[in-house]
């Protein structure tokens, strides 16, 4: 993938918190770590099916070009193997699980899934190698998409 040109900015704080905030920010991690690997799974699903389908065996041994690209993302949508549905997976996942739903904005669930789309996505490409399920405690940073890394609240809604 090419490098953004946008310029970016993280700034790394060390951060004097109390007991009760270092447990929330532990179960939010935790429960943002469970939504990657969920849509990891997923996206792992969808992969696997398009790659077996005879349409992808087909569309692979067409020559490169614009014939080639429609076909590609046709199966893409056929599958739900894009962004969109990974979020909205993500989504669904955030809605069926209280505990999730309770910690999480969805805002953090979608640029999780997003993550992990990503991640398979150029493993699909060839561009890295295999992406690898988050452990316990494995996971400690969340992307959203808007100004701020992690929200803290005062009150659980």
Do not use: W
Request: net charge positive; with cysteine; proline share 2%.
């Amino acid at each position: 993938m090419a490098r953004s040109k946008t310029p970016t900015f993280i700034v790394e704080l060390a951060l004097r918190i109390s007991a009760a905030d270092a447990r929330e920010l532990g179960i939010r991690l935790e429960m943002e770590r469970q939504v990657y690997n969920a849509c990891l799974g997923e996206s792992f699903r969808c992969l696997d099916l398009m790659r077996e389908s005879k349409a992808y065996q087909r569309a692979r041994k067409l020559p490169h070009g614009e014939e080639r690209t429609a076909a590609f993302k046709a199966l893409n949508e056929k599958f739900g193997f894009t962004s969109q549905s990974i979020e909205k997976f993500g989504t669904t996942c955030q809605k069926n699980c209280a505990a999730i739903q309770e910690h999480t904005s969805s805002q953090d669930v979608q640029a999780t899934a997003l993550r992990a789309f990503k991640a398979v996505q150029k493993y699909a490409f060839g561009k890295s190698g295999k992406p690898h399920f988050k452990g316990f405690r494995q996971f400690n940073s969340v992307e959203v998409k808007q100004d701020v890394c992690i929200t803290f609240r005062a009150e659980a809604t």
